[in-house]
T-cell receptor, first 112, second 110 residues
């Protein structure tokens, strides 16, 4: 089965450090999402891309978060500087509108 | 009002029972609807899409009621392996994004 690959699986970092999370979407999928999941907030949409173009990043704190898709095989989410409240699981998902989306295994981020 | 609302549960039911979840959405022009399943410390996985005419996949049946703006998931003859959190997902009209409910936690007891 085709998979969405996320790296790293786990990341522990100190407050103030830069964090970069990577996602390799399933080849051919035209839509890529970044979600964040916490116990309190559930799944929150941070940003998404259609055909590599950013469509909506309104869910993302712009002062510290940035999302890019430099090519069709790579999406990145960066946090600089990181804060303890950023601790969460970050999921990437890819697919087609109306058809359904496949999630990666997530990056579990802990900021201390 | 949240865009997508679910009863968080938890639902605890005996093996073999039938269980049903409902989910309401606020945007009447929403286009696509899905149920996802998420196991503890795992990623959400697509369980089934929800079509206007209703659809069935084995023991699972999904229904859409546009007039009342809710979707439902029915699980018959529940198995221990059905224990998970079930997420209602809506694609709001014009937004082309997925909005997730908070999830309903289900535990099937032997």
């Amino acid at each position: 089965d085709a998979r969405v690959t996320q790296t790293p699986r786990h990341k522990v970092t100190e407050m103030g450090q830069e964090v970069t999370m990577r996602c390799q979407p399933i080849l051919g999928h035209n839509t890529v999402f970044w979600y964040r999941q916490t116990m309190m907030q559930g799944l929150e949409l941070l940003a998404y891309f259609r055909n590599r173009a950013p469509l909506d990043d309104s869910g993302m704190p712009k002062d510290r978060f940035s999302a890019e898709m430099p090519d069709a095989t790579l999406a990145t989410l960066k946090i600089q500087p990181s804060e303890p409240r950023d601790s969460a699981v970050y999921f990437c998902a890819s697919g087609f509108p109306g058809i359904g989306y496949t999630f990666g295994s997530g990056t579990r981020l802990t900021v201390v | 009002r949240k865009e997508v609302e679910q009863d968080p549960g938890p639902f605890n039911v005996p093996e073999g029972a039938t269980v049903a979840f409902n989910c309401t959405y606020s945007n009447s022009a929403s286009q696509s609807f899905f149920w996802y399943r998420q196991d503890c410390r795992k990623e959400p996985k697509l369980l089934m899409s929800v079509y206007s005419s209703g659809n069935e996949d084995g023991r699972f049946t999904a229904q859409l009621n546009r007039a009342s703006q809710y979707i439902s998931l029915l699980i018959r003859d529940s198995k221990l392996s059905d224990s998970a959190t079930y997420l209602c997902v809506v694609n709001p009209e014009g937004a082309q994004k997925l909005v997730f409910g908070q999830g309903t936690r289900l535990t099937i007891n032997p």
